[in-house]
């Protein structure tokens, strides 16, 4: 759905490089997630939030930032990249607590 | 934490035979959603199931919520070449926090 944009779609980095994948929702849904998918491992989250100024761990926050002044946005920084966070990034979205969420279209990072 | 287990990891099909997916939680649910990800894409949400015994039907896909609330179902009859893709269970992690986990999904290959 367009609702919901990710960007960069596609990014190769360096290792102990700053990254930013950047996320945007135009429904003004209440709650925002990443996840980040890897073969074998489905989909993990990595943090969330319940709405703007708030932010939460999910399973796997270590390595990661995240930041939410706007209801709207939903940044992800890796703030030294690792080889291991070279993953598919997908930015979600939800109105409410346990409704539907919503993907993006996915960020695909990869780590040299 | 809340885990919910998903099995089997991959299924290989002949197209028209049946399909079914399980997840298996070791605690009470509130709730249960199931997403579909196409080879490529983005987890689409299919449907959420509330009730103690619940049973939906779309179409070819039948989903079942068990009376413990503790596991759940999908089965697609007759399966097509366009079911192809992941099969996705997400549950609310308990404390009322709108922290959604996901099963580890089951990968469907469809053989014409």
């Known amino acids: 759905d367009a609702g919901i944009t990710q960007s960069p779609r596609y990014k190769i980095t360096e290792t102990g490089r700053q990254v930013t994948l950047m996320c945007h929702q135009t429904?003004?849904?209440?709650?925002m997630f990443w996840y980040r998918q890897d073969l074998g491992h489905g989909l993990r989250l990595i943090y969330y939030?319940?709405?703007?100024?708030?932010?939460d761990k999910g399973e796997v926050p270590d390595g990661y930032v995240v930041s939410r002044s706007k209801t709207e946005n939903f940044p992800l920084t890796l703030e030294s990249a690792t080889r291991s966070q070279t993953s598919v990034y997908f930015c979600a979205s939800a109105r409410g607590q346990g409704t539907t969420i919503y993907f993006g279209e996915g960020s695909w990072l990869t780590v040299v | 934490g809340q885990q919910v287990m998903q099995i089997p990891q991959y299924q290989h099909v002949q197209e028209g035979e049946d399909f079914t997916t399980y997840c298996n939680s070791s605690?009470?649910?509130?709730?249960i959603q199931w997403y579909k990800q196409r080879p490529g894409g983005h987890p689409v949400f299919l449907i959420q199931?509330?009730?103690?015994?619940e049973v939906k039907k779309q179409k070819r896909l039948t989903f079942q919520f068990g009376e413990a609330k503790k596991n759940s179902s999908l089965h697609i009859t007759a399966t097509q070449t366009t079911d192809v893709g992941t099969y996705f269970c997400?549950?609310?992690?308990?404390?009322?926090?709108?922290?959604?986990?996901f099963g580890q999904g089951t990968t469907l290959q469809v053989k014409p």
């Open positions: 939030s319940a709405a703007a100024d708030i932010t």
């Open positions: 605690t009470t649910l509130s709730n």
């Open positions: 997400a549950v609310l992690h308990s404390g009322n926090t709108g922290k959604l986990i």
């Open positions: 429904w003004s849904h209440s709650y």
């Open positions: 199931l509330v009730k103690s015994g």
